[in-house]
């Protein structure tokens, strides 16, 4: 004999929105579910950084491959800036961080910043 579904003797109870609400469990009664914001990391060009620094800084900061690297680098160089990464805002904060390190250790004035997707 099969029991009823959502009945007595347990197993998932019915979806009653109004009595989720009151035992504070999330339900499906939320309209939208809010993924945060997210950031673009921006690298400038400059006249003084050199090339090969930009494609192994978007290799081993943003993960890009030797290839993509490369072409991010040229389109910034040819464009002015270019999108090294999109992150939530702590993550992209943290990325700018590192490249300004890296570039002041070595003397380059490369800049990098955030602007919101
Ligand atoms: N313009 C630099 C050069 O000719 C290269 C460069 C590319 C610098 C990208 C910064 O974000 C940059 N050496």
């Known amino acids: 004999m099969a029991s009823e579904p959502g009945g007595p003797g347990g197993g998932t109870p ?19 579910v809010s993924r945060p914001p997210r950031f673009k990391v921006l690298l400038y060009n400059d006249d003084y950084t050199p090339m090969e620094f930009v494609v192994s800084l978007l290799e081993q900061v943003f993960g890009k491959g030797p290839s993509e690297a ?26 700018v961080a590192r490249v300004h390190k890296l570039a002041e250790e070595r003397g380059y004035p490369l800049r990098a910043g955030v602007e919101k997707e």
């Open 70 to 95: 490369t072409q991010i680098m040229l389109a910034i160089h040819r464009g002015g800036h270019g999108v090294a990464g999109v992150y939530v805002l702590e993550v992209a904060e943290t990325k």
């Open 14 to 32: 019915p979806l009653d929105p109004e009595r989720e609400r009151e035992s504070g469990v999330a339900t499906k009664t939320r309209k939208q």
